[in-house]
Protein backbone atom coordinates (compact mmCIF):
# COMPACT_ATOMS: atom_id res chain seq x y z
CA UNK A 1 0.00 0.00 0.00
CA UNK A 2 1.22 3.84 -0.62
CA UNK A 3 2.07 5.34 3.04
CA UNK A 4 -0.24 8.02 2.30
CA UNK A 5 -3.29 5.46 2.38
CA UNK A 6 -1.85 3.93 5.66
CA UNK A 7 -1.89 7.30 6.99
CA UNK A 8 -5.04 8.33 5.78
CA UNK A 9 -6.70 4.87 7.41
CA UNK A 10 -4.32 4.87 10.76
CA UNK A 11 -7.37 4.01 12.65
CA UNK A 12 -7.57 0.85 11.07
CA UNK A 13 -3.75 -0.10 11.79
CA UNK A 14 -3.73 -2.85 14.36
CA UNK A 15 -1.35 -5.34 16.01
CA UNK A 16 -1.47 -9.02 15.20
CA UNK A 17 0.57 -11.30 17.46
CA UNK A 18 3.09 -14.16 16.49
CA UNK A 19 4.02 -16.89 19.22
CA UNK A 20 7.31 -18.06 20.12
CA UNK A 21 7.61 -21.04 21.85
CA UNK A 22 9.83 -22.33 24.55
CA UNK A 23 12.00 -25.92 23.92
CA UNK A 24 12.49 -26.65 27.76
CA UNK A 25 8.64 -25.88 28.31
CA UNK A 26 7.09 -26.36 24.58
CA UNK A 27 4.51 -23.51 25.68
CA UNK A 28 4.35 -20.34 24.19
CA UNK A 29 6.75 -17.87 25.96
CA UNK A 30 6.09 -14.65 24.29
CA UNK A 31 4.53 -13.33 21.43
CA UNK A 32 6.46 -10.58 19.12
CA UNK A 33 4.41 -7.35 17.79
CA UNK A 34 3.32 -6.78 13.68
CA UNK A 35 2.05 -3.90 12.34
CA UNK A 36 -1.40 -4.93 10.25
CA UNK A 37 -3.74 -2.97 8.49
CA UNK A 38 -7.60 -4.34 7.95
CA UNK A 39 -9.12 -2.73 4.90
CA UNK A 40 -12.06 -5.32 5.09
CA UNK A 41 -13.63 -7.83 7.58
CA UNK A 42 -11.39 -10.80 5.79
CA UNK A 43 -8.47 -8.99 5.38
CA UNK A 44 -5.37 -7.49 7.41
CA UNK A 45 -2.58 -6.38 5.29
CA UNK A 46 1.21 -6.45 6.39
CA UNK A 47 2.85 -3.14 7.03
CA UNK A 48 6.24 -4.60 6.83
CA UNK A 49 6.88 -3.47 3.03
CA UNK A 50 6.10 0.04 5.17
CA UNK A 51 8.02 -0.02 7.96
CA UNK A 52 11.30 -1.43 5.60
CA UNK A 53 10.39 1.69 3.41
CA UNK A 54 13.41 3.73 3.67
CA UNK A 55 11.26 6.85 2.09
CA UNK A 56 8.68 6.84 4.30
CA UNK A 57 9.25 10.11 6.48
CA UNK A 58 9.68 9.24 10.12
CA UNK A 59 7.70 11.63 11.75
CA UNK A 60 4.36 8.96 9.98
CA UNK A 61 6.70 5.88 10.34
CA UNK A 62 6.62 6.95 14.66
CA UNK A 63 2.92 7.75 14.08
CA UNK A 64 2.02 4.19 13.13
CA UNK A 65 4.69 2.61 15.21
CA UNK A 66 2.99 4.52 17.84
CA UNK A 67 -0.84 3.39 17.48
CA UNK A 68 0.73 -0.24 17.27
CA UNK A 69 2.25 -0.42 20.71
CA UNK A 70 -0.91 1.52 22.19
CA UNK A 71 -3.32 -1.23 20.74
CA UNK A 72 -0.99 -4.31 21.72
CA UNK A 73 0.16 -2.91 25.16
CA UNK A 74 -3.60 -1.86 26.06
CA UNK A 75 -4.24 -5.73 25.08
CA UNK A 76 -1.41 -6.93 27.12
CA UNK A 77 -1.96 -5.36 30.41
CA UNK A 78 -5.60 -6.16 30.17
CA UNK A 79 -5.16 -10.15 29.74
CA UNK A 80 -3.00 -9.91 32.68
CA UNK A 81 -0.23 -12.04 31.41
CA UNK A 82 3.49 -12.66 32.28
CA UNK A 83 4.90 -13.76 28.71
CA UNK A 84 7.66 -12.08 26.88
CA UNK A 85 6.05 -9.10 24.70
CA UNK A 86 8.60 -9.00 21.63
CA UNK A 87 8.66 -5.10 19.97
CA UNK A 88 10.59 -4.16 17.20
CA UNK A 89 12.25 -0.45 16.57
CA UNK A 90 14.35 1.14 13.99
CA UNK A 91 17.67 1.39 16.06
CA UNK A 92 18.28 4.72 14.16
CA UNK A 93 14.72 6.05 14.89
CA UNK A 94 15.60 5.19 18.23
CA UNK A 95 18.44 7.05 18.92
CA UNK A 96 16.74 10.31 17.39
CA UNK A 97 15.57 11.27 20.71
CA UNK A 98 18.16 8.73 22.74
CA UNK A 99 14.90 6.59 22.93
CA UNK A 100 13.39 8.70 25.57
CA UNK A 101 9.96 8.90 24.04
CA UNK A 102 9.78 4.89 24.35
CA UNK A 103 10.43 5.21 27.58
CA UNK A 104 8.07 7.41 28.31
CA UNK A 105 5.15 5.41 26.31
CA UNK A 106 6.35 2.05 28.25
CA UNK A 107 6.72 3.72 31.56
CA UNK A 108 2.71 4.73 31.20
CA UNK A 109 2.07 1.61 31.35
CA UNK A 110 3.78 0.61 34.28
CA UNK A 111 0.60 2.19 36.32
CA UNK A 112 -1.71 -0.56 34.79
CA UNK A 113 0.68 -3.66 35.32
CA UNK A 114 3.44 -3.41 32.85
CA UNK A 115 6.33 -5.04 33.74
CA UNK A 116 9.36 -3.81 31.85
CA UNK A 117 11.11 -7.05 32.18
CA UNK A 118 8.97 -9.08 30.10
CA UNK A 119 9.42 -6.25 27.17
CA UNK A 120 12.10 -7.14 24.41
CA UNK A 121 12.69 -4.48 22.33
CA UNK A 122 13.82 -5.87 19.03
CA UNK A 123 16.53 -4.28 17.27
CA UNK A 124 17.19 -4.73 13.69
CA UNK A 125 21.42 -4.69 14.12
CA UNK A 126 22.78 -4.93 10.32
CA UNK A 127 20.39 -2.07 9.37
CA UNK A 128 21.88 0.65 11.66
CA UNK A 129 24.99 1.87 10.33
CA UNK A 130 25.56 4.77 13.26
CA UNK A 131 27.86 4.74 15.94
CA UNK A 132 27.79 1.21 17.61
CA UNK A 133 28.69 2.96 21.14
CA UNK A 134 25.96 5.28 21.14
CA UNK A 135 23.35 2.12 20.69
CA UNK A 136 25.49 0.50 22.89
CA UNK A 137 25.20 3.13 25.98
CA UNK A 138 21.08 3.18 24.88
CA UNK A 139 20.75 -0.55 25.48
CA UNK A 140 22.38 -0.42 28.80
CA UNK A 141 20.29 2.59 30.11
CA UNK A 142 17.09 0.49 28.96
CA UNK A 143 18.43 -2.35 30.86
CA UNK A 144 18.29 0.04 34.00
CA UNK A 145 14.72 -0.58 33.66
CA UNK A 146 14.74 -4.20 33.05
CA UNK A 147 14.09 -4.03 29.52
CA UNK A 148 15.52 -6.67 27.24
CA UNK A 149 17.26 -6.44 23.83
CA UNK A 150 16.62 -8.86 21.12
CA UNK A 151 19.29 -7.94 18.06
CA UNK A 152 17.12 -9.57 14.90
CA UNK A 153 17.39 -10.59 11.40
CA UNK A 154 20.97 -12.24 12.02
CA UNK A 155 21.82 -14.95 9.52
CA UNK A 156 21.23 -14.14 6.12
CA UNK A 157 22.68 -10.88 6.14
CA UNK A 158 26.49 -11.86 7.03
CA UNK A 159 25.88 -9.46 10.65
CA UNK A 160 29.05 -9.09 12.19
CA UNK A 161 29.63 -10.79 15.26
CA UNK A 162 31.85 -8.40 16.92
CA UNK A 163 29.33 -5.11 16.98
CA UNK A 164 26.55 -8.15 18.21
CA UNK A 165 29.15 -9.45 20.88
CA UNK A 166 29.61 -5.69 21.79
CA UNK A 167 26.10 -5.11 22.42
CA UNK A 168 25.40 -8.58 24.46
CA UNK A 169 22.09 -8.89 24.06
CA UNK A 170 19.60 -11.08 26.11
CA UNK A 171 18.02 -12.74 22.80
CA UNK A 172 19.28 -13.17 19.22
CA UNK A 173 17.09 -14.15 16.50
CA UNK A 174 18.38 -16.41 13.78
CA UNK A 175 16.76 -16.19 10.57
CA UNK A 176 16.06 -19.75 9.29
CA UNK A 177 15.78 -18.34 5.72
CA UNK A 178 18.84 -18.94 5.00
CA UNK A 179 17.65 -23.01 5.35
CA UNK A 180 15.43 -22.96 2.73
CA UNK A 181 17.09 -23.92 -0.37
CA UNK A 182 19.24 -26.65 0.63
CA UNK A 183 18.76 -29.48 3.54
CA UNK A 184 22.77 -29.69 3.25
CA UNK A 185 22.94 -26.37 5.30
CA UNK A 186 26.59 -26.11 3.18
CA UNK A 187 27.24 -22.45 2.70
CA UNK A 188 25.61 -21.10 5.89
CA UNK A 189 25.97 -23.66 8.26
CA UNK A 190 29.33 -22.81 9.59
CA UNK A 191 27.85 -19.21 10.37
CA UNK A 192 24.65 -20.26 11.76
CA UNK A 193 27.26 -22.35 14.26
CA UNK A 194 29.21 -19.37 14.72
CA UNK A 195 26.10 -17.88 16.03
CA UNK A 196 25.18 -20.42 18.39
CA UNK A 197 28.82 -19.95 19.99
CA UNK A 198 28.53 -16.61 20.47
CA UNK A 199 25.42 -16.83 22.05
CA UNK A 200 26.90 -19.36 24.26
CA UNK A 201 29.72 -16.90 25.31
CA UNK A 202 28.03 -13.65 25.69
CA UNK A 203 24.62 -15.71 27.75
CA UNK A 204 22.37 -14.97 25.47
CA UNK A 205 19.13 -17.40 24.60
CA UNK A 206 18.91 -17.84 20.94
CA UNK A 207 15.96 -17.67 19.10
CA UNK A 208 15.74 -19.12 15.46
CA UNK A 209 12.50 -17.17 13.57
CA UNK A 210 10.79 -17.51 10.50
CA UNK A 211 10.66 -21.79 10.80
CA UNK A 212 8.78 -23.18 8.42
CA UNK A 213 9.47 -26.75 8.14
CA UNK A 214 9.85 -29.77 10.33
CA UNK A 215 13.73 -30.00 9.47
CA UNK A 216 14.37 -26.31 10.36
CA UNK A 217 13.22 -27.00 13.68
CA UNK A 218 15.34 -29.95 14.05
CA UNK A 219 18.28 -27.75 13.26
CA UNK A 220 17.23 -25.15 15.98
CA UNK A 221 17.04 -27.71 18.02
CA UNK A 222 20.57 -29.31 17.56
CA UNK A 223 21.97 -25.99 17.61
CA UNK A 224 21.60 -24.55 20.99
CA UNK A 225 18.00 -23.06 20.09
CA UNK A 226 15.67 -22.34 23.19
CA UNK A 227 12.90 -20.57 21.76
CA UNK A 228 11.51 -21.08 18.22
CA UNK A 229 8.92 -18.82 15.93
CA UNK A 230 7.92 -19.16 12.47
CA UNK A 231 4.43 -20.07 10.56
CA UNK A 232 5.46 -23.83 11.19
CA UNK A 233 4.44 -23.50 15.09
CA UNK A 234 1.80 -20.50 14.74
CA UNK A 235 0.59 -17.93 12.64
CA UNK A 236 0.57 -14.53 13.07
CA UNK A 237 -3.15 -13.54 14.48
CA UNK A 238 -5.27 -10.66 16.58
CA UNK A 239 -5.62 -12.30 19.52
CA UNK A 240 -3.12 -14.25 22.11
CA UNK A 241 -3.40 -18.24 22.05
CA UNK A 242 -3.48 -21.44 24.73
CA UNK A 243 0.35 -21.52 26.08
CA UNK A 244 0.14 -25.10 25.03
CA UNK A 245 -1.23 -24.46 21.18
CA UNK A 246 1.89 -26.36 20.10
CA UNK A 247 3.12 -28.57 22.74
CA UNK A 248 1.85 -32.02 21.40
CA UNK A 249 3.54 -31.10 18.25
CA UNK A 250 6.66 -30.36 20.09
CA UNK A 251 7.17 -32.87 22.49
CA UNK A 252 6.32 -35.70 19.14
CA UNK A 253 8.91 -33.76 17.15
CA UNK A 254 11.30 -33.70 20.02
CA UNK A 255 11.01 -37.09 20.85
CA UNK A 256 11.93 -38.02 16.56
CA UNK A 257 14.78 -36.00 17.29
CA UNK A 258 15.93 -37.52 20.44
CA UNK A 259 15.36 -40.80 18.81
CA UNK A 260 17.27 -39.85 15.45
CA UNK A 261 20.18 -38.09 17.62
CA UNK A 262 20.61 -41.01 19.89
CA UNK A 263 21.32 -43.34 16.80
CA UNK A 264 23.61 -41.33 15.50
CA UNK A 265 25.75 -41.01 19.17
CA UNK A 266 25.58 -44.75 19.05
CA UNK A 267 26.67 -45.17 15.77
CA UNK A 268 29.85 -42.79 16.41
CA UNK A 269 30.57 -44.95 19.23
CA UNK A 270 30.56 -48.24 17.26
CA UNK A 271 33.11 -46.59 14.53
CA UNK A 272 35.42 -45.10 17.37
CA UNK A 273 35.14 -48.60 18.62
CA UNK A 274 36.23 -50.64 15.71
CA UNK A 275 39.00 -48.20 14.94
CA UNK A 276 40.45 -48.19 18.30
CA UNK A 277 40.23 -52.38 18.28
CA UNK A 278 41.57 -52.50 14.21
CA UNK A 279 44.77 -49.68 15.19
CA UNK A 280 45.20 -52.22 18.92
CA UNK A 281 45.46 -55.28 16.97
CA UNK A 282 47.90 -53.63 14.11
CA UNK A 283 50.17 -52.14 16.80
CA UNK A 284 50.40 -55.98 18.40
CA UNK A 285 51.39 -57.42 15.43
CA UNK A 286 53.15 -55.01 13.70
CA UNK A 287 56.53 -53.58 15.41
CA UNK A 288 56.73 -49.70 15.13
CA UNK A 289 60.37 -49.05 14.53
CA UNK A 290 60.30 -46.71 11.35
CA UNK A 291 57.07 -44.45 11.13
CA UNK A 292 56.76 -44.38 7.49
CA UNK A 293 57.27 -48.04 6.53
CA UNK A 294 54.67 -49.36 9.40
CA UNK A 295 52.22 -46.30 7.95
CA UNK A 296 52.68 -47.99 4.26
CA UNK A 297 52.16 -51.38 6.09
CA UNK A 298 49.37 -50.90 7.79
CA UNK A 299 47.31 -48.91 4.97
CA UNK A 300 45.68 -51.65 3.05
CA UNK A 301 43.74 -52.21 6.54
CA UNK A 302 42.23 -48.49 5.87
CA UNK A 303 41.96 -48.57 2.10
CA UNK A 304 38.10 -48.42 2.29
CA UNK A 305 37.93 -46.09 5.55
CA UNK A 306 40.97 -43.35 5.12
CA UNK A 307 42.43 -40.94 2.86
CA UNK A 308 45.44 -39.62 4.84
CA UNK A 309 47.20 -41.08 7.83
CA UNK A 310 50.49 -39.59 9.74
CA UNK A 311 52.23 -39.55 13.10
CA UNK A 312 52.80 -36.58 15.25
CA UNK A 313 54.42 -36.22 18.88
CA UNK A 314 52.45 -34.52 21.62
CA UNK A 315 53.64 -31.19 21.02
CA UNK A 316 51.83 -31.13 17.46
CA UNK A 317 55.42 -31.82 15.09
CA UNK A 318 54.91 -34.55 12.62
CA UNK A 319 57.15 -37.68 12.93
CA UNK A 320 56.23 -39.46 9.55
CA UNK A 321 55.67 -38.66 5.83
CA UNK A 322 51.84 -38.02 5.00
CA UNK A 323 50.52 -41.35 3.81
CA UNK A 324 47.91 -40.14 1.00
CA UNK A 325 45.56 -41.86 -1.25
CA UNK A 326 45.05 -40.54 -4.69
CA UNK A 327 43.19 -42.40 -7.31
CA UNK A 328 43.37 -45.73 -5.33
CA UNK A 329 46.93 -45.63 -4.50
CA UNK A 330 49.00 -44.38 -1.31
CA UNK A 331 51.61 -42.11 -2.16
CA UNK A 332 54.39 -40.81 0.50
CA UNK A 333 54.55 -37.36 1.16
CA UNK A 334 57.60 -36.77 2.74
CA UNK A 335 57.55 -32.92 2.73
CA UNK A 336 55.19 -33.03 5.62
CA UNK A 337 57.54 -34.40 8.27
CA UNK A 338 58.20 -31.63 11.25
CA UNK A 339 55.39 -29.74 9.99
CA UNK A 340 53.50 -28.98 13.73
CA UNK A 341 49.96 -29.38 13.82
CA UNK A 342 49.27 -27.76 17.74
CA UNK A 343 47.40 -24.66 16.42
CA UNK A 344 44.52 -26.38 15.09
CA UNK A 345 41.53 -26.05 16.45
CA UNK A 346 41.45 -29.28 19.70
CA UNK A 347 44.64 -30.32 18.97
CA UNK A 348 46.62 -30.02 22.48
CA UNK A 349 43.05 -31.29 24.42
CA UNK A 350 42.87 -33.75 22.47
CA UNK A 351 46.47 -34.74 22.86
CA UNK A 352 46.25 -34.39 26.46
CA UNK A 353 42.93 -36.64 26.63
CA UNK A 354 44.45 -39.60 24.93
CA UNK A 355 47.17 -39.58 26.96
CA UNK A 356 45.37 -39.74 30.10
CA UNK A 357 42.88 -41.93 28.93
CA UNK A 358 45.33 -43.97 26.78
CA UNK A 359 42.12 -44.17 24.00
CA UNK A 360 41.67 -42.97 20.63
CA UNK A 361 39.31 -39.90 20.18
CA UNK A 362 37.01 -39.41 16.99
CA UNK A 363 36.62 -35.81 15.77
CA UNK A 364 33.39 -33.38 15.23
CA UNK A 365 32.84 -33.11 11.33
CA UNK A 366 35.26 -30.49 9.68
CA UNK A 367 36.31 -29.21 6.42
CA UNK A 368 39.64 -30.56 5.31
CA UNK A 369 42.03 -27.43 4.93
CA UNK A 370 43.48 -28.95 1.87
CA UNK A 371 40.69 -30.78 0.23
CA UNK A 372 37.93 -29.36 1.04
CA UNK A 373 35.97 -32.37 2.28
CA UNK A 374 33.62 -33.21 5.30
CA UNK A 375 36.05 -35.39 7.16
CA UNK A 376 36.38 -36.73 10.47
CA UNK A 377 39.81 -37.63 12.26
CA UNK A 378 40.79 -41.04 14.49
CA UNK A 379 43.36 -39.95 16.79
CA UNK A 380 45.00 -42.85 19.01
CA UNK A 381 48.61 -43.20 21.06
CA UNK A 382 50.59 -45.79 19.43
CA UNK A 383 53.55 -45.14 21.66
CA UNK A 384 54.69 -42.96 24.40
CA UNK A 385 54.39 -39.55 23.11
CA UNK A 386 53.49 -40.69 19.33
CA UNK A 387 49.69 -40.50 18.78
CA UNK A 388 48.38 -41.70 14.71
CA UNK A 389 45.76 -39.71 12.71
CA UNK A 390 43.58 -41.12 10.65
CA UNK A 391 41.36 -39.04 8.45
CA UNK A 392 38.21 -40.68 7.16
CA UNK A 393 37.25 -40.23 3.71
CA UNK A 394 33.66 -38.54 2.86
CA UNK A 395 32.98 -40.81 0.44
CA UNK A 396 32.98 -43.55 3.83
CA UNK A 397 31.24 -40.93 6.02
CA UNK A 398 28.25 -40.39 3.12
CA UNK A 399 28.05 -44.37 2.81
CA UNK A 400 27.46 -44.47 6.52
CA UNK A 401 24.38 -41.33 6.86
CA UNK A 402 24.48 -41.72 10.97
CA UNK A 403 28.72 -40.52 10.37
CA UNK A 404 27.26 -37.21 8.98
Not at 105 to 129: A, Q, R
Request: net charge negative; proline share 2%.
Amino acid sequence: MDPLDIMTNIERVIPYYQAIFSADQQEVVGYEVLGRIKMDEKNALSLGPFFHDKNVPDEYFLEVEKKIIHHALNNYTSSKNSFLLFINQNARVLLDDQGESMLELLLSYVPKGLKLENIVLEIDEHTYDGDVEHLQHLINYYRTFGIQIAVSNIGESGSDLDRIGRLSPNILKVDLKVLRQSYELSAHQDVLFSLAVLSRKIGATLLYENMEASYQLQYAWRHGGRYYQGYYLHKPGPTFIQEDYAKAVLIDKFQQFIRYEKRKLEAIQQLTEMLQNKIQQLIGKKKIEDLDNWLRLITKDFSDISFRMYVCDENGFQLSSNLMKKQGKWEVQSGYKQKNWSWRPYFLEYVMKMRAEKKGLLSDLYSDIETGETVRTFSYPINTGQFIYIDLAYEYLYENQDFL
